[in-house]
């Protein structure tokens, strides 16, 4: 990066920084530092949710993800709203009314103390895991700038997010949120400018589009019933709706941020916002990454996204098979690209024969690439097993830093940088006010000073953090990010929220079923998850549903049974 991209850099980020810091130097207990006195009006609860949800995996994989595989992936976010709806109706009335400072706490009065310690069990494996590949995400950037490898960036990243949310807590967090929301939204559409204003003369944003959508980059629904098929619109209305309502409602990471909401329509309002906001801005970055895709259909592509990565590669045994593989990619992308002009051509003056014996002169080259990208990602899994075969994540950041004029690289590496801290920030904040509430202070229930309890929450707080740093590092062996956050979350979403669903509806269910219910369906979800029985986002239904059942069914014939006897 040129100068003016680091003094951007480090101005939007101190500025940000410092800002949160400054709002937040009056915290000085348990409630400040955890919920922000719960004192914030919707809009920051509404866009705190947003940029907690929104790090930079968004802003990174996002892309990549329609790149490679279309904008279909909108449809993980189909059952948002209704989610949302169900969220304002019971859980956040619910949740305020008690008081609470996490999710869990509800689930000792419903039940006891150890479904409550069991409940925060899971959460907390998912979200120190899912908290390490946020910051992962970011690593990325600085491995690609530097020229370094990403286990060392991945150590410097997590370092800078342990202090900023150490020192900051949650208000820190929510204040510079809302300013990372306004910076972000305002540097993708720039993004999006400068990729339009980067295609040749004669090719147009219809153009552009057209060549995305006949490789299949634009299908956004698939009205297909099928359960091994990741992303149609059944999976995200039905599988996301369970995803999103176990998420927003018993992950402590969001449960956190509409607990800072003034009252109960406070927080609602800012869920609505949320609900009514996610999916277009969802589909926006998502078409970042189709135009992206386009935009190298008429410019050279690299072989491979990840620069450090063929890097290492060429500088092993296989660097002439390497070079003779990059000279296949460069002359199959020359004679690609005069198929695409020909067939836009003959296109629009109606030539329907010659148009369509183009389409599949362009289609054929394509799969060549392909599988010449493949011998390539062959060789790099081969040279070391910690290498990347997936360049999905480095897609959107490579065009970024070869593309885009100076300063405006600054300022989209800066965005990528503030939801990286927001996310993360968020994710390691939950953890630690779980770890306190749930754990250390149920478990201890000797009087502490506000004092103490502050100081110990800090450093339960740096603890997560090196906990998720020593994650971040083998976090390149997942793929794409944001596939790899949503599968995570599905292992445990359906039992955690079947659990919660139990608490709410089904009053007769005590807790021995619960807990022999809650045992039985994590066991299962994780091996239909491993022997590829179902997509994963149908796990949420299937994890909710059987768990319910199961409890029903225990307290039914089993533990009712042994209470008469």
């Not at 660097?319 to 690209?337: D, I, R, T």
């Not at 490579?398 to 503030?418: Q, S």
Request: charged share 15%.
């Amino acid at each position: 990066m040129a100068w003016i991209d680091w003094l951007v850099l480090a101005v939007t980020l101190l500025s940000i920084v410092a800002y949160g810091i400054w709002k937040s130097r009056n915290t000085k207990n348990l409630q400040g530092y955890l919920l922000a006195d719960r004192q914030l009006p919707w809009y920051h609860v509404g866009l705190s949710v947003m940029a907690t949800q929104a790090s930079a995996i968004t802003f990174l994989s996002a892309p990549g993800q329609a790149y490679t595989d279309g904008i279909r992936f909108v449809q993980f976010y189909f059952g948002l709203p209704l989610a949302m709806i169900v969220l304002c109706v019971t859980f956040v009335p619910m949740f305020h009314r008690m008081n609470v400072y996490t999710a869990y706490e509800y689930l000792e009065n419903r039940f006891d103390v150890r479904i409550r310690l069991f409940t925060s069990f899971l959460f907390l494996v998912q979200r120190g895991i899912s908290t390490g590949i946020t910051i992962y995400a970011p690593s990325l950037v600085l491995s690609t700038i530097l020229q370094i490898p990403v286990t060392i960036t991945s150590v410097m990243m997590a370092c800078l997010v342990i202090v900023y949310t150490v020192f900051g807590g949650t208000k820190a967090v929510s204040f510079t949120q809302l300013l990372q929301m306004i910076i972000i939204f305002s540097g993708l559409f720039l993004a999006v400018g400068f990729i339009i204003t980067l295609l040749p003369k004669e090719v147009g944003v219809i153009d552009a589009l057209r060549v995305a959508g006949k490789m299949g980059k634009l299908q956004a629904i698939d009205t297909t019933f099928d359960l091994s098929n990741r992303y149609n619109i059944w999976s995200g209305i039905i599988g996301g709706f369970f995803l999103q309502l176990s998420y927003f409602g018993t992950d402590q990471s969001q449960v956190g941020r509409y607990l800072t909401g003034k009252s109960i329509a406070q927080s609602r309002l800012g869920l609505v916002m949320n609900g009514l906001v996610k999916i277009p801005m969802q589909f926006f970055i998502l078409m970042i990454g189709a135009l992206v895709f386009s935009f190298y259909q008429f410019h050279q592509a690299p072989i491979y996204f990840n620069e450090v990565s063929i890097a290492q590669v060429e500088k092993g045994t296989h660097s002439k098979e390497v070079e003779n593989l990059k000279q296949q990619y460069k002359e199959l992308q020359a004679e690609k690209q005069q198929h695409i002009l020909s067939w836009l051509k003959a296109d629009k003056s109606n030539n329907t024969s010659f148009a369509a014996t183009e389409l599949a002169g362009f289609r054929h080259k394509q799969a060549e690439m392909d599988t010449v990208r493949g011998a390539l990602k062959a060789l790099i899994k081969q040279q070391s097993t910690l290498s990347e075969s997936d360049d999905g994540n480095y897609i959107f950041l490579y065009f970024v830093m070869h593309y885009l004029p100076r300063g405006i690289i600054g300022l989209l590496i800066a965005i990528i940088f503030l939801a990286a801290m927001g996310s993360t920030a968020s994710g390691l904040n939950s953890l630690a006010s779980t770890t306190m509430i749930d754990f250390y202070k149920r478990l201890n229930p000797h009087t502490s000073t506000e004092k103490t309890e502050l100081a110990i929450s800090r450093w339960i707080t740096v603890g997560w953090g090196l906990f998720s740093m020593l994650i971040a590092i083998y976090s390149g062996q997942m793929g794409n990010l944001i596939e790899a956050v949503n599968i995570l979350g599905s292992l445990f979403y359906g039992t955690i929220l079947g659990i919660f669903l139990v608490a709410f509806y089904m009053k007769n269910v005590k807790s021995n079923a619960v807990f022999g219910a809650a045992i039985i369906t994590e066991g299962f979800v994780i091996l239909a998850w491993h022997l590829e029985w179902t997509s994963f986002l149908w796990l949420n239904l299937i994890g909710s549903l059987l768990l319910m059942v199961l409890a029903g069914l225990l307290q039914s014939f089993v533990f009712k049974q042994r209470t008469i006897a």
